[in-house]
């Protein structure tokens, strides 16, 4: 699989989800001393991992995740 978008920058994107679900992140994000637009981008992360989605074979950036789950 080839990527042709860049791994080296992050974009702003625009998502909905429920305010519980904003909160929750807030919450978990602060226990961890994170933002919880970070907090999002590793659940996106590691969800993405577990789904199967092959993040390793497009770009080493994420491999720390794959060493975590492991």
């Not at 994107?13 to 602060?30: D, F, H, Q, T, V």
Request: charged share 30%; proline share 3%.
């Amino acid at each position: 699989m080839i990527c042709e978008w860049s791994d080296k920058f992050r974009q702003d994107y625009k998502i909905y989800l429920e305010p519980l679900l904003a909160s929750a992140c807030l919450a978990e994000g602060a226990k961890l001393k994170i933002t919880r637009s970070k907090y999002i981008r590793y659940c996106i992360i590691r969800g993405l991992i577990k789904d199967g989605y092959p993040l390793n074979k497009i770009t080493h950036k994420f491999d720390k995740f794959y060493k975590s789950i492991s």
